[in-house]
C-alpha cells in the first residue's frame, strides 16, 4: 500500500470525489447503485462493476487516513 502514501492529499481527494459524484447529474451513479441496492433490484454484473467502480473513491479516501493515522502513531512510538 505505499503506492498510496506516494500520493498527496489533493490528488487522492479530487480522484475520489471525481470517481464518487461522477456523473454528476441527474444524480451520482454511487447514490444511484446504492438505492438500487437497498431496493433489491442491483442484479446485473455491469450494475455490480458501476457499484465497486464509484465505491473506490472513498475506499481510497478512508484507506490513504487510516494508514496516515496508523503511519504517525507507528512514528511517534518508535522515537
Not at 9 to 29: K, R, Y
Not at 56 to 67: E, H, N, Q, S, T
Request: proline share 8%; no cysteine.
Amino acid at each position: 500500500m505505499k503506492w498510496l502514501d506516494a500520493f498527496p492529499w489533493s490528488v487522492v481527494i479530487i480522484v475520489g470525489l471525481a470517481l464518487t459524484l461522477a456523473p454528476f447529474s441527474p444524480q451520482p451513479h454511487l447514490w444511484e447503485k446504492l438505492t438500487m441496492w437497498q431496493a433489491g433490484a442491483l442484479y446485473r454484473p455491469v450494475d455490480i462493476f458501476d457499484l465497486f467502480l464509484h465505491a473506490a473513491g472513498p475506499a481510497l479516501i478512508v484507506l490513504k487516513a487510516i494508514r496516515q493515522v496508523l503511519g504517525t502513531n507507528r512514528r511517534s512510538v518508535d522515537k
